[in-house]
T-cell receptor, first 116, second 111 residues
Framework: KAGVTQTPRYLIKTRGQQVTLSCSPI?????VSWYQQTPGQGLQFLFE???????NKGNFPGRFSGRQFSNSRSEMNVSTLELGDSALYLC???????????????FGPGTRLTVL | DAKTTQPPSMDCAEGRAANLPCNHS???????VYWYRQIHSQGPQYIIH???NNETNEMASLIITEDRKSSTLILPHATLRDTAVYYC????????????FGKGTRLHILP
C-alpha cells in the first residue's frame, strides 16, 4: 500500500508570495491533518479535514487555509508569506473518526518551505 | 489531552536496551498513551500505544505503571537507525484526529 505523499518536497518562496502544498493520503483514508514543524515551536497542528469538511483547527492566522477534495486529497495554502513561515509542513492521513477511538495517523515526508 | 513530560535527550549504546521514560500524571481514564518517533527530516512514525496493560510489538515494548501516571518505551536492542526524537502523547478515546506534540526526547544511539 502506498504511503502518504506530499508535493513538492522542497520549495523556496519570497515574502509576500503565496504557496500551495499538496497531500495525497493513503488509499481509503478519509481524514487529512496538517502540521507545521519549526525548530523553535516544534510540531504544531494546523487543521484537519474529513470528507471535504474542516472539523478541527489549530491556532494559526487566517493566512493559512486548506481544503479537501472528494478523493480525499488535500491542499493547504499560505498567503502573504512571512519569513517565520519557513518550516517543514507535514501531512498525516487516517481512516477518520469511527465510533469512538483515535485512528492511527500516518505521516508523509513533508514539504520543506523556505521563505526568503 | 494529557500533558506529558519527557527528558530532552538520552544516550544509549548500540545493542543495548533503550528505556525512554514519560510522565503523564494528569492522564484521564479514557486516554491512551501513544508513542511516535521522528527520524531526522522525515515525518513522525507511529510506534506503539496502550491504555492499561503493557504492550509489545515488533518495534518496541510499552510498560505503563499501575497508576497510569508514567510509562516507559523500551527498544530492546537499539541500533543506530533508532536515533530519533521520541514523542509520548496522551490521546483520548473520543478524540478526533489531532495530535498535540510536546518536545519529545532526542535519543542518541552511540556506536
Amino acid at each position: 500500500k502506498a504511503g502518504v505523499t506530499q508535493t513538492p518536497r522542497y520549495l523556496i518562496k519570497t515574502r509576500g508570495q503565496q504557496v500551495t502544498l499538496s497531500c495525497s493520503p493513503i488509499s481509503g483514508h478519509r481524514s487529512v491533518s496538517w502540521y507545521q514543524q519549526t525548530p523553535g515551536q516544534g510540531l504544531q497542528f494546523l487543521f484537519e479535514y474529513f470528507s471535504e469538511t474542516q472539523r478541527n483547527k489549530g491556532n494559526f492566522p487566517g493566512r493559512f487555509s486548506g481544503r479537501q477534495f472528494s478523493n480525499s486529497r488535500s491542499e493547504m495554502n499560505v498567503s502573504t508569506l512571512e519569513l517565520g513561515d519557513s518550516a517543514l509542513y507535514l501531512c498525516a492521513s487516517s481512516l477518520g473518526r469511527s465510533a469512538g477511538g483515535f485512528n492511527e495517523q500516518f505521516f508523509g515526508p513533508g514539504t520543506r518551505l523556505t521563505v526568503l | 489531552d494529557a500533558k506529558t513530560t519527557q527528558p530532552p535527550s538520552m544516550d544509549c549504546a548500540e545493542g543495548r536496551a533503550a528505556n525512554l521514560p514519560c510522565n503523564h500524571s494528569t492522564i484521564s481514564g479514557n486516554e491512551y498513551v501513544y508513542w511516535y518517533r521522528q527520524i531526522h527530516s522525515q515525518g513522525p512514525q507511529y510506534i506503539i500505544h496502550g491504555l492499561k496493560n503493557n504492550e509489545t510489538n515488533e518495534m518496541a515494548s510499552l510498560i505503563i505503571t499501575e497508576d497510569r501516571k508514567s510509562s516507559t518505551l523500551i527498544l530492546p536492542h537499539a541500533t543506530l537507525r533508532d536515533t530519533a526524537v521520541y514523542y509520548c502523547i496522551g490521546l483520548s478515546m473520543n478524540r478526533d484526529d489531532k495530535i498535540i506534540f510536546g518536545k519529545g526526547t532526542r535519543l542518541h544511539i552511540l556506536p
